[in-house]
Each structure stands twice: as C-alpha cells, then as structure tokens.
C-alpha cells in the first residue's frame, strides 16, 4: 500500500506546504528505513513483495479490527504496514529498478487498500456501530476517494497534465481517518468522549473529498478547452500557410 509520502510513481506538483512536508518527512524515513531496505535485498526479497505484503496487511487490520469496534490495534496494524511502501520505493531505488510496472502496482493496491479502510468503517456502523448514516459516510468517503484518483488517471490518459492540488487528497485521507480512528480507540481504554473523534473525522473526509472532486472536474474541463483551442488555432495556422 502506498503511503501518504512516497510511491514508486508520478504525483502532481504539490503545494508548498506539501512540498516542504514531503521533502523532510521523505528525508527522514529514508534515512530510517534504508539498512532494513537494504536488509530485505540481501534476503532476495523483490520490492513486489513487498509492496503485495504490505497491502495484504492492512486489508486485514482493517477488515479484521475495524468492524468489530478495535479501532485502536486496527490502527496499529494498518500503520505498521503502511510503512512497506516505503520500503519498497527504497529498494526499488537501491536496486536501479524504478518502473511503470511498479508505479502500476502501488497505485492498484493504493486502491485496495483505501477500500478496506473505509469499507471497516462502514462494516462497523452497519453492524455493532448501529449508525446507519455514518455507514454511508463511509461508503461515500470509500467511492469518492475512487472516483478522485479515477479523474486524475483519466485526465492524465487523454493527454492533461490534470495539475491541481486538490484540497484532501489520498495522504489526507489516510492521515485523517486513522488518526482519528486510533485516538477513537482510546475510548476503550476509558478515555471519555474521544470516540467522536471518528465520525467527524468521517464527515470531514467526506466533505472534502467532493470538493476535490469538483476541483478536479473543473480543472479537466478547463484543460481540456484549452487544449482544444490551441489545437484549432494551430489548425487554422496550417491552413493560412
């Protein structure tokens, strides 16, 4: 599963902010992470294996945790592992093996695993949660996240370069939500009150999951017209030579 920091693919320019979060962050885990990176090429492990391992074990901390309330060791599970791709972008580099082929593969199971994600949190409120309402916020927060990356790839295979930053992207929905879910976790540990935390975790993710989808169907349109005047103002170029 790819991690809210790096993948083995191409992202839009970020921000500044996210520019300078990205860069020291990258920075950092690079740093920690390298000798165990290192450790696992000498093991003959691939970063595909990795990256395969990595995605199968947060599907199941969120798939085995989440929809039974254990929001807390669901966390520490799916954070565990969230780190792999990390890890295999690492070794990818070490390696010299940077490819489409591995982009390809971070990006799908990015997919799978945003899925299980959200797809425990609707499992839990259509069940022990009882919360019918949140259970749709979570199934939409679950397609929506989809559809947003969909848009990008979309734009991207017909030519745009789709360059906008929308305002929750895939990092700030994985950092919202389970950081919101592990602190929710603490309610059974008898912290008062903290559960709450979850469900407007939930509604915020959701919210601003529309509005980059709308900021990214803006910007393809917008793209996309301009790329089509340009194209009939070359037309009508060739035709006056």
Known sequence: MGPPVASRGHAAPPTVGKAMLNKYARAFF???????????????????????????????????????????????????????????GNMARQLGRSSRWGAFLDSTLDRVADGAVFGGFALWYAGSGD??????????????????????????????????????????????????????????????????????????????????LIQRVVTVRRESAEAEAAEQQALGSEADR
């Open 30 to 88: 690079t740093r920690v992470l390298t000798p165990f990176a290192a450790f696992l090429i000498r093991r003959g492990v691939s970063p595909d294996t990795v990256t395969l391992i990595g995605t199968a074990g947060v599907v199941a901390g969120a798939l085995v945790f989440y929809p039974r309330g254990e929001f807390f060791w669901g966390t520490v599970v799916i954070t565990l592992f969230v780190f792999s791709d990390l890890v295999d």
């Open 131 to 212: 919360d019918n309402v949140l259970c749709a916020v979570s199934i939409f927060c679950l397609a929506s996240g989809q559809v947003v990356s969909y848009t990008k790839a979309r734009g991207e295979s017909i030519g745009l370069p789709v360059a906008v930053n929308g305002l929750v992207e895939r990092a700030e929905r994985l950092v919202i939500s389970l950081v919101a879910a592990g602190l929710a976790g603490l309610h059974a540990f008898g912290v008062p009150g903290i559960q709450y935390l979850l469900p407007i975790a939930l509604w915020a993710v959701a919210v601003g999951s529309l509005v980059t």
